[in-house]
C-alpha cells in the first residue's frame, strides 16, 4: 500500500511483528459500514461518479460476505484490517476501489472503526448489566422474606432482608450503567475527514458521513481525533468497575454457598465438582468472576500506560489498544450473562438465614435505641447495651432469656416492654427511615425496581 517510496519488501519478522488482522479482523463490519459512508461522501464530492460508488458498495457487500462465510483470506503481509479490505475491493473491482481511500487515512479510519465497535458493545453491555439486575430482583421476589444479619467488617452487625441486600448489587449496577450512558456521548463522535493527522485539501461533507453512520456530532480538531483513545480508556474503566462489582457480588456469594454460612443453594448447572473430594460443590463461576475482574482492570492499565507517553498525534502504539479493547468486552459481557443465569436460579436456605438472623446480639443496638426514646444520651445507652453483652456472654443468658430485674441491673430506664424490642420482626419493621430495610421499604424497592427496569435503554 505504501510501495512507490520503498525499494525492499518488508522483512517477514517485521510483518509478524506488526500484523493487528489476527485480531482486528472483528472490526471489519465496521470497516465497511465506515467505507460505504466514505463511498457516499466521495460521490457527493465529485471525486468518482454514481457507477463507482455503486461498484465500490457492492464488492464492499461481496467481502463482507466472504468474511462471514469464512471465504476471505486474511493475509498477515497486508498488515490489518482496513488494508485487507481495501486490497481486497480493488482486485475486485479495480479503479474505483483505488479511488476510495481518497482523503481518508487508515488513522481516522480504525478511529471510526472502534467508535462504531464500541457505540454497538456498549449497548450490549449495558442490556446484560439489566439482565443481571432483573435477575437478582427475581431472587428478591422469591424470597422475600429471608432475614439475614448484615455484616461490617464480616462480623455480624444488625439484620437486614436478605431482598435488602441483593437491591444494593442493583443499585451499584445502575450506577454502572449510568457511567456507560455516560462515556456514550464521547464514544458517538465521528473522527473520519481528520485524515493522518490534518485533515485533508478534498474536503468531503463530514456531517453527510455522520449523518450516514448516525453520528449526533463530529470531532473538531484533527490532530485529537486520531491520536484520542479516551473514549475506549473511559469504557474499559466502566468495565473495571462492572468487574469489581461483580467481584464483590462472587465474594458474597462464595460465602453464602459455604458450609459455614449456608445461605444459598447455587443450582447443579452453576457449579462444579471436584475430581477427588466427592462431596465438593464449587462456586466456579464466582470464582473465576473474581478472578476476571483483575485481567478487566489490567487492560485499563494497560491503555492508560500506552496512551500516556505518546506526543502528538497518531503513533502506532496506539495499536496496542484492540487487544485490551476486545478481551474486556467479551469477558464482562460473559461475565454479566452467566451471573445472572446464576443468580437468577440460586436458592435462598431460609433455615440457615433465620438461624444466624436470630443471634440475639443483632438487636444491641436496637436496645440502645431503647434507652434513647427514654431519654438516655445515646453514648450512656450505647456503654449500658455494652455491659449487657458482656453480661450476657459471661452468664451464657441470651437477651431475651433475661429478666427484667437483671436488665434493670444496669439501668432502670429499662421497663417491662423491653423483651418487645428484642423481636427479629419488631426490630425490622422499625428500621423504616428512606434507605432502611424496613419490609414495607424493601417491597416498594421491588417494585420501583421491577417499574424502572422494564424501561431500561441506552
Ligand atoms: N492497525 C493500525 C492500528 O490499529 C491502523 C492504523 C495504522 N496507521 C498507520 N499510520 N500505520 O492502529
Redesign the pocket.
Same mark, same amino acid.
Given at each position: 500500500m505504501w510501495k512507490g517510496r520503498f525499494q525492499t519488501e518488508t522483512s517477514n519478522l517485521v510483518q509478524r511483528y506488526g500484523e493487528?488482522i489476527s485480531y $482486528?479482523w472483528r472490526l471489519y463490519a465496521y470497516d465497511i459500514q465506515g467505507s460505504i459512508a466514505q463511498a457516499a461522501a466521495l460521490q457527493d464530492a465529485g471525486i468518482i461518479n454514481k457507477t463507482e460508488e455503486r461498484a465500490i458498495v457492492r464488492g464492499l457487500k461481496d467481502i463482507q460476505t466472504e468474511i462471514e462465510t469464512g471465504d476471505f483470506k486474511f493475509r498477515t503481509s497486508l498488515? $490489518?484490517?482496513?488494508m485487507n479490505i481495501e486490497s481486497a475491493l480493488t482486485e475486485k473491482i479495480g479503479a474505483p476501489g483505488a479511488k476510495l481511500h481518497t482523503a481518508r487515512?487508515?488513522?481516522d479510519?480504525?478511529a471510526l472503526d472502534t467508535r462504531l465497535y464500541c457505540r454497538e458493545e456498549t449497548k450490549r453491555i449495558f442490556e446484560r448489566v439489566s439482565t443481571l439486575q432483573n435477575a437478582l430482583v427475581t431472587v428478591a421476589v422469591n424470597f422475600p422474606e429471608a432475614v439475614v444479619p448484615g455484616y461490617t467488617h464480616l462480623q455480624r452487625g444488625q439484620p437486614v432482608l436478605f431482598a435488602h441486600h441483593l437491591l444494593a448489587y442493583v443499585e451499584m449496577l445502575e450506577r454502572d450503567k449510568g457511567r456507560l450512558k455516560d462515556s456514550y456521548k464521547r464514544i458517538n463522535v465521528m473522527p473520519l475527514g481528520s485524515g493522518?493527522l490534518a485533515g485533508s485539501t478534498i474536503i468531503l461533507n463530514r456531517k453527510l458521513v455522520a449523518d450516514k453512520l448516525g453520528f449526533p456530532a463530529i470531532t473538531q480538531n484533527s490532530m485529537d481525533a486520531v491520536s484520542d483513545r479516551d473514549y475506549i480508556a473511559e469504557l474499559l474503566f466502566d468495565i473495571s468497575l462492572i468487574g469489581v462489582h461483580l467481584s464483590r457480588l462472587s465474594e458474597d456469594v462464595i460465602l453464602w454457598a459455604s458450609a459455614e454460612f449456608g445461605f444459598i443453594e447455587l443450582s447443579d448447572a452453576h457449579t462444579t465438582g471436584s475430581s477427588l473430594m466427592p462431596q465438593k460443590k464449587n462456586p466456579d463461576v464466582a470464582e473465576l468472576t473474581r478472578g476476571k475482574s483483575g485481567r478487566l482492570i489490567g487492560n485499563l492499565m494497560s491503555l492508560l500506560t500506552t496512551i500516556k507517553g505518546l506526543p502528538m498525534t497518531?503513533n502506532?502504539d496506539?495499536?496496542e489498544?484492540?487487544e485490551p479493547l476486545f478481551d474486556s468486552i467479551d469477558t464482562i459481557k460473559l461475565a454479566l450473562e452467566v451471573f445472572a443465569e446464576m443468580m437468577a436460579v440460586s436458592k435462598v436456605r431460609e433455615e440457615r438465614t433465620l438461624a444466624a438472623a436470630s443471634d440475639p446480639f443483632l438487636l444491641a443496638t436496637d436496645l440502645a435505641d431503647y434507652l434513647v426514646l427514654r431519654k438516655v444520651p445515646f453514648r450512656d445507652a450505647h456503654e449500658i447495651t455494652g455491659k449487657l453483652t458482656a453480661y450476657s456472654i459471661q452468664e451464657k443468658r441470651d437477651f431475651p432469656d433475661m429478666t427484667l430485674d437483671e436488665f434493670q441491673q444496669f439501668s432502670d430506664a429499662f421497663e417491662s416492654d423491653v423483651l418487645k424490642v428484642l423481636d427479629l420482626k419488631t426490630a425490622l419493621k422499625a428500621r423504616k427511615s428512606v434507605g432502611a430495610p424496613s419490609p414495607a421499604n424493601v417491597r416498594r424497592q421491588i417494585t420501583s425496581w421491577q417499574n424502572k427496569l422494564k424501561h431500561s435503554t441506552m
Open positions: 493487528s $482486528d498488515e $490489518d484490517i482496513h487515512s487508515r488513522n479510519q480504525v493522518a497518531y502506532r496506539l495499536q489498544d484492540k
